[in-house]
């Protein structure tokens, strides 16, 4: 069967890796594992380091990197909780679910709703990331929010905080082609940075005012910590929710010190609540994430998928992979 590897950055190939296989039931006291055979995943930003090659934070590089947003069929299990061919959502560990068929604990897998189809239900795992961070949050009706990053993950920020009451929902990115999507999605006001100082701009917006809460979701590599900081207003908040490099040097800890605002990270959402709900809440069409889905690619244009994804090729957001067990209907 195959997996992905990256043999050096920028680059990453198919290879052939042997079948895995289960024992016929767990030790005891233990839980239960499945084989899953991904049919549909789509790329995240943080698999972007493995494919790129990133140090220090991303060393340990191996087969199977990197993929962990993916719906597909249990084919095997030791377990009790599921049974051969239920149609699960599943989030491996350590982001190594690059293979056509991989060994994961039955406890990081949910079940599929029937009413959505495989390549809208997969955005059920990043939408389950950011209402975990948004439980995280005081109350957001009334509050003026600033999202940073405009990427998948900020669009559903912003189609959430819209749901739920924000006043002013002001965004901010690089790309005009981003923004240009982000009304669509909730936003009231879009900044493009590269042109706009964008402290002063929501200043101008709220009226002199700074944002009650600011959402980082651009992370790695590229964070925009310092920016938050400079957005948020006195006792405000600010969500970490784009993965950080290791160390940020260089924050502005003491402005974030007298403004005696809070920085709330998030990370690792709940199997039992959240990403169930962001499935149910998906198929009972309460949010509509699927403008977010502008590439899909069958598996072996892999190197393809993940130029596109890197370089926001032709307004990229999710961008999704048809795995070989993938049948269209």
């Known amino acids: 069967m195959l997996a992905g590897h990256f043999p050096q950055p920028h680059r ?13 039931t767990a030790p005891y006291g233990e839980t239960g594992q499945i084989i899953f055979e991904p049919q549909i995943a789509c790329l995240c930003g943080s698999d972007l380091p493995y494919f790129n090659g990133e140090p220090p934070e991303y060393p340990a590089r191996s087969v199977g990197h990197s993929l962990h947003e993916m719906v597909g069929t249990v084919t095997a ?9 239920d149609q699960v959502l599943v989030v491996p560990l350590n982001q190594c679910g690059f293979f056509e068929r991989y060994i994961v604990s039955e406890d990081r897998a949910i079940a599929l709703d029937p009413r959505l189809d495989k390549h809208y239900s997969v955005l059920a795992q990043p939408f389950g990331t950011v209402l975990y961070g ?14 940073v990053g405009q990427g998948p993950i900020g669009q559903m920020f912003n189609t959430m905080l819209a749901r739920l ?9 690089k790309l005009d082609e981003r923004l240009a999507l982000s009304p669509k999605m909730g936003a009231t006001a879009t900044i493009n940075v590269t042109r706009t100082d964008p402290v002063a701009e929501v200043k101008r917006i709220l009226g002199g005012e700074l944002a009650d809460v600011v959402i980082e979701a651009v992370g790695h590599a ?33 402005e974030l010190f007298y403004k005696n605002a809070t920085i709330q990270t998030t990370v690792n959402p709940d199997f039992r609540r959240d990403f169930p709900l962001a499935m149910r809440w998906l198929a009972e069409g ?5 403008p977010l889905i502008t590439h899909t690619y069958p598996l072996n244009k892999i ?27």
């Open 222 to 254: 590229d964070q925009v910590l310092n920016t938050c900081i400079s957005l948020v207003k006195h006792r405000g908040y600010i969500l970490y929710f784009g993965v950080p490099p290791e160390h940020i040097d260089g924050v502005a800890w003491r």
């Open 77 to 85: 299990t030791n377990g009790q909780r599921w049974k051969e061919g």
């Open 303 to 329: 190197q393809t998928a993940f130029e596109t994804f890197r370089d926001r090729r032709e307004g990229a957001q999710k961008v999704l992979l048809e795995f070989p067990a993938f049948r269209p209907r």
């Open 286 to 290: 309460r949010v509509d994430l699927r």
């Open 134 to 147: 948004l439980k995280k949050l005081p109350n957001i009706i009334d509050k003026d929010v600033v999202v």
């Open 12 to 24: 990453i190939d198919l290879v052939e890796v042997p079948e895995p296989t289960l024992e016929p």
């Open 165 to 173: 009451g924000a006043r002013e929902i002001i965004v901010l990115d």
